[in-house]
């Protein structure tokens, strides 16, 4: 019999499903401790974990299981788990890109919009009432989207799917990433693509040599009437350097779906500044888009307990 644990319930009922389709023993993170010591108390007999991005996957973790085969994260993001470690001990590493690509890039783009046309600001004008003049040729006038430049950092699935969203809203499109990638958008250096987008949209995988790669230098080059986007993972701006390049309007804004920590401390300077937009991290938010994560987090853990290539395994 298998022992499999498990740190979140998830959508749809697949986790449940896992029963039927091997035998197996299924433990479920119950809040009582911090996971990261429930995960060190349990995993010695486990041969799988099914986790999230919560859940840091370390040497200490790895270090204690006998005979973990599979790690099985819900996540396209894997920079919580020490993916070279597991590997080395002979542990499968999965994750579940493909199905949240689309709802991210929804996600971004739509933040996007909403910072440079003030939607939230707008919506909190009505809802607090004090929406007391009447139409004004003047009034809350924000920056447009169509026409403009977007400079996309990173050129994998999100920033494709950015790219697309961007293409049928008639931006002029431009990527920069590490290598060239064979898609139909202009490549340009990273000094040019700061210094020339109305918008820069960070759309990177966070690792070593991502972390803290928007700093205040970078942000220095861009254009001061454009925008700082991030939806992919908040280690990738110096969000200090970030703060400090808003309040000295290097930028005009800016709009994140994630942040170094999660979730934000109540005091960060960025919550109290109207020309940035903040989502408590919803990029693939939709309960269609967390099913299909859930499925395939699933399958890949089964297909390796079952001898099986994973759908996806890094
Ligand atoms: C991921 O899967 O890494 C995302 O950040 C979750 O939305």
């Known amino acids: 019999m298998y022992r499999i644990l498990v740190t979140r319930e998830l959508p749809g009922n697949y986790v449940n499903e896992i029963k039927n389709k091997i035998d197996a023993n299924i433990l479920f993170y119950d809040n ?27 040497k200490e973790i790895i270090d204690k299981a006998r005979k973990l085969k599979v790690i099985s994260t819900y996540s396209v993001g894997y920079d919580h788990i020490d993916v070279d470690y597991a590997k080395s001990k002979n542990v499968t590493v999965t994750n579940t890109p493909e199905v949240l690509t689309d709802a991210t890039a929804d996600l971004i783009f739509g933040i996007m919009i909403t910072v440079s046309r003030r939607i939230i600001e707008g919506n909190e004008i009505i809802k607090n009432n004090q929406w007391e003049s009447q139409w004004n040729p003047y009034y809350m006038l924000g920056s447009e989207i169509h026409g403009k430049t977007i400079g996309i950092i990173g050129m994998g699935r999100i920033g494709n799917a950015i790219a697309k969203r961007a293409n049928g809203f008639d931006m002029k499109i431009i990527y920069y990433s590490k290598h060239r990638h064979d898609v139909n958008i202009d490549y340009v250096d990273l000094n040019y693509l700061l210094k020339n987008s109305d918008f820069v949209v960070i759309a990177l995988d966070l690792n070593n040599e991502t972390y803290h790669f928007m700093d205040y230098g970078k942000i220095k080059l861009m254009k001061n009437n454009s925008y700082l986007i991030n939806g ?73 307990l079952n001898g099986n290539e994973p759908l996806y395994k890094l």
């Open 32 to 58: 009582k401790i911090n996971v990261h010591q429930w995960l060190i108390d349990n995993i010695e007999d486990a041969d799988g974990i099914l986790i999230t991005l919560n859940e840091k996957i370390d």
């Open 232 to 304: 992919t993972r908040g280690k990738i701006i110096n969000e200090n350097d970030l703060i400090r390049a808003l309040n000295e309007k290097i930028i005009e804004g800016a709009a994140l779906d994630v942040f170094e920590n999660e979730p934000l401390s109540h005091d960060n300077p960025l919550i109290k500044m109207k020309n940035v937009v903040l989502t408590p991290h919803l990029g693939s938010a939709t309960l269609e888009t967390r099913s299909k994560m859930a499925e395939v987090a699933v399958k890949n853990l089964l297909n390796v």
